[in-house]
């Protein structure tokens, strides 16, 4: 069932994403969430490092762009949290494990249930059924989504963060760890606007220089009316091309909208682009997906 059948990749090709319900089962799921509990029981988050995550443009150039902690991310595995969890001296307000936004960007790498879950035969097998020749594994991040105050993901389209020439080389994989619900936060999609290139860039700045991003262009106002919502069950996987655009509202329901979420690049005739805030490092290369 993880090769996608013709029907669901023309689909695929006209959306810009896809959902396929009962690509892991709950066991799978309930140990990525075992395991994302034993490794947030076990985080030490120096106060200086305890950076709020935000996709507004601002807050994102504040919080994220002027902090190391978030730029040297890309070959660790490090804790980013909601907003307004911490008063003005770094002290949790609320129970850690109740004030993570995320956990990225390197669990695939270095975790060995989520490096199991990356590279598992289901997710070869549907990478190679979308054509990909030599995909690489990018990025990966735990989001909590946490019941009454996850906050907002407004709408964006990944490459804007992931930018490849040419475009159109870089695949989302979204795994529902819980369900997906309108109240809880699920995914919106824009059918169809993943043909249309990108309009905002984030780049990184030269080393030593403040803040550490910026954007190039800027989205347009995207009409919510053509936001379609995507709920989805337990285990169920999202395809995302990179560039369609997508959001999630901020959850106030009393349940969790946990996720584990990577990203692919086909490395085939591919260039990343060096301006990228994440870039291959010497202590990790970008692991090819493909293990046999």
């Known amino acids: ?13 006209e959306d810009g994403f896809l959902v396929l319900e009962g690509f892991l089962s709950a066991e799978e799921c309930m140990a990525m969430r075992q395991r994302i509990n034993e490794i947030v029981a076990e985080m030490d ?48 307000l609320v129970p850690p494990e109740k004030a993570l936004n995320k956990v990225g960007h390197a669990l695939h ?20 059924s979308l054509g990909l020749q030599v995909p690489v594994v990018v990025q990966s991040m735990y989001i909590f989504k946490q019941p009454h105050f ?8 990944d490459a804007t963060f992931l930018y490849t020439e040419p475009l159109g080389r870089v695949l989302g994989m979204w795994i529902a760890v819980e369900d997906a619900t309108l109240s809880n936060g699920c995914l919106w999609f824009i059918p169809g ?3 249309n290139g990108v309009s905002r860039r984030m780049i990184r700045a030269p080393a030593g220089s403040a803040p550490g ?11 919510d009316s053509l936001f379609v919502p ?18 999630s509202e901020q959850n106030l329901s ?18 990343w682009s060096p301006e990228n805030w994440l870039q291959p490092t010497a202590d990790l290369a970008f692991p090819p997906l493909y293990t046999s």
């Open 230 to 247: 995507t709920p989805v069950h337990t285990g169920a996987l999202v395809l995302i091309h990179g560039e369609v655009v997508h959001k």
């Open 254 to 271: 009393a349940s969790s909208r946990q996720a584990y979420t990577f990203h692919l690049m086909e490395a085939v005739g591919t260039v």
């Open 45 to 92: 988050v120096p106060p200086h490092c305890r950076t709020e995550f935000s996709t507004q443009e601002e807050e994102q150039l504040r919080a994220q762009g002027s902090t190391d902690y978030f730029l040297s991310s890309g070959d660790k595995i490090r804790f980013f949290f909601e907003k307004g969890v911490f008063d003005k001296k770094g002290n949790f």
């Open 1 to 13: 069932m993880a090769c996608l059948s013709p029907a669901q990749l023309q689909k695929f090709q």
């Open 213 to 223: 991003t910026s954007f190039l262009g800027s989205d347009p106002a995207w009409d």
């Open 193 to 195: 606007s993943h043909i």
């Open 109 to 128: 790498a270095y975790d060995p249930v989520f490096k199991s879950v990356t590279h598992s035969t289901k997710v070869q097998a549907l990478a190679r």
């Open 150 to 157: 996850g906050g907002e993901v407004f709408p964006h389209q």
